[in-house]
């Protein structure tokens, strides 16, 4: 959102690779409980692209991590169906470049916000398993004025479908 110039949705793509850690227990004979994090990078971004009244907006995001709990259910000895939720932080730089002087706004930076999925876990043997998973990013919003003192706000979410593979330790 740009001062009273409206709102504009853009709808960034790209790729990512982040190492992910993390700890399971057995809680009852078909539940599984843990905890993950995952650090990585994305190359996620949208260039400049005009919106509405001569406005060009921007988004790209880098870095990014999240701190997840997991828990799901065993369909059988090898195969789990899962849900995760937690925290999430990403490095943004969404810019809107307005048609008269002043208008510019910038946020860059990180940005925490909360994370959320499901997944599926194949055990290929005792120590390899292969998974994929939908995770949704949900960010702080990022708010200010322009220099000519009109308020925007930026606000991101990242839909991710990623595949993965796991070492047992």
């Known amino acids: 959102r740009a001062g009273d110039h409206g709102v504009a949705s ?12 993390g700890y399971n227990l057995m809680a009852m004979p078909s539940i599984v409980v843990g905890a993950e994090g995952d650090l990585g990078v994305m190359n996620v971004s949208q260039g400049t692209t005009t919106v509405f009244d ?9 870095a ?4 997840r709990g997991r828990a799901g259910y065993l369909l059988s000895d090898r195969l789990m169906a899962y849900g995760t939720a ?14 008269t ?19 599926a876990e194949y055990a290929m043997t005792d ?8 995770l949704h990013m949900n960010f ?8 000519n003192n009109e308020d925007f706000s930026f606000d991101d979410d990242i839909n991710v479908v990623r595949i993965g593979a796991n070492m047992k330790f």
């Open 101 to 119: 002087a002043g208008e510019t706004a910038m946020a860059r930076g990180l940005r925490f916000g909360l994370a959320f999925g499901v997944g």
């Open 140 to 147: 702080a919003k990022a708010s200010g004025a322009s220099a």
């Open 64 to 67: 990014f991590g999240t701190l």
């Open 127 to 134: 120590s390899w398993s292969v998974k994929a998973e939908l």
């Open 86 to 99: 937690g925290l999430a932080a990403a490095n943004f730089d969404d810019t809107s470049i307005g048609n």
């Open 54 to 62: 001569g406005h060009n907006w921007s988004s790209s995001a880098g």
């Open 10 to 21: 853009l709808s960034p793509s790209g790729g990512l690779a982040a190492f992910t850690a």
